[in-house]
């Protein structure tokens, strides 16, 4: 298995691949996990278009996970707001739990203030494929975002994941992740990097 930097312009074969990945890995509270194949597609397009660092673990032409990281890849999702603004729209409509936990977490935000994270690096999103999940591919993609990370002289990363999300919760803790905050239903992690790591 080898694990590789990809970017806007070579990512375009394995679009397909990341989108199945994302389909089937993440829970089916998550709002994006409801978008479907094609808008999948589109949205880890801008995702990695507007990402600093992305990788894809590879082992015979299949990808076997991902992750996007970057300082400005929120940016990605803002666009892909932006042209699909409509048709997201719809989707909340049709799905009026989600709904309600985005307009709760709008009025949250106006009553509860939160400090920003220590980090301004982010990971955005990361998955394995359901079949190779604890086969250690999480673990190679996160070391070798580190080691790039460091490289790049970038000392720390933050992310955000879903108090539910119990296994994911469990991956970072064991990779060293410390916790920040708790805001709206999620946790918010910092990970300071060291050359011996
Ligand atoms: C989190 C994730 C990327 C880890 O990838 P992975 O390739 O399975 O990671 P590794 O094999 O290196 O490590 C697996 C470890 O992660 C933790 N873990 C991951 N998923 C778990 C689950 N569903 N239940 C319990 N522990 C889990 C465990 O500590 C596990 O160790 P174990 O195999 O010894 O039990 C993967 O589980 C995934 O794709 N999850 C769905 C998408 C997601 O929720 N992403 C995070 C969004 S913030």
Redesign the pocket.
Known sequence: MNVEIVNSHNIKNRLEQIAK?HFS???SD?FTSGFGFDKLIEYNFRLIEASDLSVV?VDNNVV??FIIAGEKVSAGVSKFTQENRGWLMLQLIRRPSILLTKIMGIIKTKIYTSQPSKAKFR?L??????G???????????HFLEQELLRRGIGCYG????NK????I???E?HGFVKEKEYLGSLYYFKQLSNKS
């Open positions: 990945i890995a993440y829970s998550h673990a076997l996970g990971l999103s990361i998955a394995t494929k359901p190779s999940q604890s086969k250690g591919v999480g673990k190679e993609m996160l992310l955000s994941v879903k999300n119990q296994g994911a469990q991956f970072y064991r």
